[in-house]
């Protein structure tokens, strides 16, 4: 599990094949080993699916941006 940077939330865009989802995907350090988890039309279950995901791997959570770049999405308040 070392290889991975984290659970992912990613939003997959509509296009003319598809209405667009919201997939979860386990990010490896090489992005072709990447692993998705689960994907969903909505948000409705997968906050919690992403959320279970970190929790059962002991991996942090990671939201995609726009351009595909990986942020913590919870601000991080310095000691």
């Known amino acids: 599990m070392s290889s991975f940077l984290g ?7 509509p296009d003319q094949a598809n209405d667009g989802a919201i997939s979860i995907v ?11 988890v689960f994907t969903a039309p909505d948000g409705v279950d997968a ?26 999405p919870f601000r991080r308040v310095s000691a």
């Open 47 to 72: 906050i919690a699916e992403w959320r279970a995901w970190g929790r059962v791997l002991g991996l942090p959570l990671l939201v995609a941006d726009a351009d595909g770049a990986l942020r913590d």
């Open 7 to 13: 659970v992912a939330l990613r939003v997959v865009p």
């Open 26 to 36: 386990l990010e490896h350090r090489d992005a072709a080993l990447a692993v998705p």
